[in-house]
Every structure is written in C-alpha cells, then in structure tokens.
C-alpha cells in the first residue's frame, strides 16, 4: 500500500501527459483510434495484470467510435464506475504552437516565450501560472484528460491492494465536446455489461475538470449534481418584400431581433435549485435564411438560446419561453402599427404574428402521407450532411413549414438540440452511502494531507453525468416531439444509467483555449488518492 500512494502522482503525470500526447479532437481518427491504443498500452503494462480490458462500440455510430472499460475486480458485485471523456477541442487557436499543442513540457516553454510581455490580466495570470511550475498546460490536459489520468492512477493502485472490497470500472468515452454520443452509448450497454460482468453499479465518479481563477478553493470541489441545457428554438416567417415599400411586407429579421431583446436574461427562464441562483438564458445564434444579398427583405430567421436548468420539467420552461416569445411579438406589432400610422398617414396595422409549436406543425404534416416522406428523406439527407443538429433543426422546420402551405407571418418555436437533463443525488440508500463516504474521504485528506475540498451543488457546466446519474427524463419524450431531428440528428432513446453520480475532477484555467493549464499538485498528488479513498470508504461501508 505505500509503495502505491509513493507511485500514485508519478503515475497520474504518466497517463496524463501520454493521453494528452494522443490527439484526439471530436470527430477525427485519433478519436476515433484512441481507445483500441489506450487498451492495448494498459495489457502490455505490468500494474494491469489480472484487470479485464475491452471496448464498448458506440451503437449507429458513423464514426465507428468506441469506449474504453477497464475493470479491476475485488470481492462481490459492488461497483463503482469512474469515467470521463477522452475528446478535446480542435487545437488550431494555438496558431503557431500548433504542433505543441498536445506535448505539454514543450508547450510551457514555449508559452513562456510568447508571454514574455503580457498583453492583459489573463495572460499576465497564464504566465505567472506556468513560471510557477504548479501548472502543466496542453489541449485536454486540463479538459479532462489528468482526469481519466487520475483515475488510472488509482485504478494501479487499488490492484495493488492485498485485500480489495468491490470492484473499480474505468470506461472513458468520445464525444462529450459535441453531443455526448460516447456517454448515451454507455448508457444504452451498461445494462448488459453489469449483467455479462455478474456486476452492481453502486455508484458513479465523472472525473470533468472545475475552472478557477482563483487559488483553487473552488476547483478542490466534489459536484453534486450538474445544471441541465435546453436549446428553445424561433423559426421566423416574414412576409418578404423589397426594401423600397417596406410597409407592405413584414420583416423576418426584424420579429426575429424583438422575441432576442426580449429572451435576453429573461429572469423567468433562469432556474435555480438548492438556493443557487439561476443562471440566465442567452441568443447562441440569430441568422437569416437568405444565402446572397438583395433588397428583398429576409422572408425567414433562425434563432436559438442556451437555456440551463436545475429542477424545472421542459414544458414549464418551454411555456414561459412561449410566453416571452408572445410578448415580444404582441409589443413588436403594437410598435409598428404605431409607426406605420405615423409614416403614412393611414391607420393599418401589421399582420398578426401566430407563435406555433414544431409538434404542431409536425402532426399537420403526418397527416399528409406524401409530405410526411419527404420530410423524413430531407432529415435523412441532412443527418449524413454531417450537419450540427442545431442546423438541422432549423432547415428541418422550415422544410415543414413550406410543407405545410402556410404563409407568414409566423413563430415557429421548438428545440433545437439533444437536451441535457440535470441531475443530482437522490434521497436513496445507494445515493446517501457515496455522499456519506465522500464525506469520510474529505476528512481522510483534510487530517492526512491538510487539504481542504469542498462541496458544490452543481457542476457549473454541461457535461456526461445527464447520462450517468439520476436524471429525471420524463420531459425527454416532450422535447423529442418538437424536436425536428430527433429519430434522424439526435437518435437517443431516452435512456441514462441512473445511478448516484458526483464530479470530481482536476481544477485549473482556461479550458478551450490556448492558455489551458492544470495545476499539477491537486491533479497529480491529491486527486488520484482521493478518488481511491472515496471508492474504499465507500466499499467499507457496503461491507459492514
């Protein structure tokens, strides 16, 4: 047991920077090819003698990707599942330091280099950080790769231990950067990989990374649970018309730039929990549907928001999203009718604007046997495009409306992505046992190595533990239905593996930049031996 916790930080640096070295940005080969490279590294490495290592395919998966399980046996079924996700973000903003970019000793080096005349705040902080030698820096270093590492780490560990209550199983998956394909797959096969394995899922580690621009107080953190994302989405219709008479028509963009002022930081989708504040909603995207310019008025606009929760169902949200929407359509109107009268003269209001739902529009549409084939060859076609679902949603709804016949002008709200439910620790036996032995750990560290990590109610970003823990999805069949792309773009069943789960994970700055760095001490010394104690306090605690 001393020589694995005298071993333990040297081996989390080891796996970490040989994980960072594989490049593997979302959707290319090396994501593609990392876990048959890490499986076969970890059977060719004596420290995972006796461990079962084997991939996980992704079902449907047009990439042909797959997740990495490896496990280390103890006594009885009792198991608690460790992962993450093993894809970074594309590494082209590192610009000139582009092929350092995943090779970290190297890369602080030259960071130093760069930074030598600071520019502002941020990268005076970076190169304070990288002088310091407590941070690493590396694209997936921090996001999450030193923490797959971490558990490695410890997985080396617990094998060496003589007596060893339950079982560890590490599975890092691809795809949390883009739509978490890796952590639905594992949701879809755990079911029959618990049964093949004579295995109990007990519990559950997700090992995402915590920012923190401060001395790590907040980034030493266990999550609890983790904020949920909705994508509500606007289709605009206008009624286009040339710039020269703009009163005889109605602008797209201009409805479209009304329900975004409106939307914007609208406190009644900000959704909080456990006397947390909700964080507010915010536009990701606003186009219009014209591909070349003219001064023709766009007949069409898309728009969608990032939308975060923590307790509140998907028609709720949806609904007051409803109501936002018809208040900035119904002010708009009054507005212009006011202005048409002062431009010309003549009291003639605008057209009313009718705010409709996509499942509305799509049960119109599959009462038409003709127009409900076409929809789904267009959903089909852009599915292989390769398009984001996002876009998808958006030509897919318009392609329904023109279906449909209707004319403008009109809002057509829906979703426009693969939600994310959020999740926390339920009032269960198996729930109260993790948070009692994390309990245990943090006290562990705390007399042991003086070490304080808190608690968090929430992760404070997106991430896989909406698939691992223990959503609640009863809304998903409601955002399926005005969701345009789902059996096509989204393809998810609804299915999560509800287990008890909490992130604890690396902290550091600067995720999704070129000034990405972890700081080393907590990653590599501490994080490892806290994941170990938090699994032992919670095998103890099963065996009692």
Known sequence: MATAMTDIAERARHWAIWLTRFASVTGTEGERALPAALAARLRED??????????????????????????????GGETLLLTGHFDTVPFDDYADLRGLATDPEPLRDALLQRLRNPANPAEELARADLASGSFLPGRGLLDMKA???????????????????????????????????????????????????????????????IGDRGDGRVGRSVALGSVGKLLPTALVIGQPTHASHPLQGINAAAIAGA????????????????????????????????????VTTPDSCFACWNVL????????????????????????????????????????????????????ILAEIAEDPEA???LRETAERLAREGLSLPDQNERLTLAAWTLTGR???????????????????????????????????????????????????????ISDMSFIGEADVTSVAFIAGNTPAWSSGVRWSGQVIGTPTVNIGPWGRDYHTPH???????AFEILPRFLLEVAQARFAGATR
Not at 516 to 522: A, K, L, M
């Open 46 to 75: 004596p420290a995972w003698r006796g461990c079962e290592i084997w991939l996980v395919p992704i079902p449907d998966d047009r990439l042909g990707r797959s997740c990495l399980a490896a496990l280390a046996r103890g006594t």
């Open 147 to 209: 923490g797959l590492a971490a558990a490695l780490a410890a997985m080396e560990a617990f094998l060496l231990q003589p007596r060893r209550d339950g079982n560890l199983l590490f599975v890092a998956v691809p795809d949390e950067e883009v739509n978490s394909v890796g952590a639905r797959g594992l949701g879809e096969a755990m079911p029959k990989l618990l049964e093949e394995h004579a295995l109990r899922l007990v519990g559950a580690i997700n090992l995402d990374c």
């Open 259 to 294: 329900i975004a002022a409106r939307v914007e930081w609208a406190p009644e989708l900000a959704d909080g929990a456990d006397g947390e504040a909700g964080i507010p909603p915010t536009l990701l995207s606003l186009k219009d549907g014209k591909r070349h310019y003219d």
């Open 516 to 522: 990405e760095r972890v700081e080393t001490g907590y």
């Open 407 to 461: 004319s403008g002008p009109a809002v057509i709200i829906g979703f426009g992505s693969l939600p994310y439910p959020h999740v926390r620790l339920g009032g269960g036996e198996a729930a109260c046992a993790l948070e009692s032995a994390i309990a245990i750990a943090r006290e562990q560290m705390r007399v042991g190595s003086g070490v304080e990590i808190g608690l968090q109610a929430h992760f404070p970003g």
């Open 309 to 360: 929760t923590m307790g509140r169902p998907a028609a709720t949200i949806f609904a007051a999203f409803e109501g936002l929407v018809t208040d900035a359509v119904r002010t708009l109107a009054a507005s212009l009718a006011e202005r048409q009268l002062r431009a010309s003269a003549q009291p003639h209001s605008p057209p009313a604007i009718e705010v409709l739902h996509v499942s509305a």
């Open 372 to 374: 409900a084939a076409a």
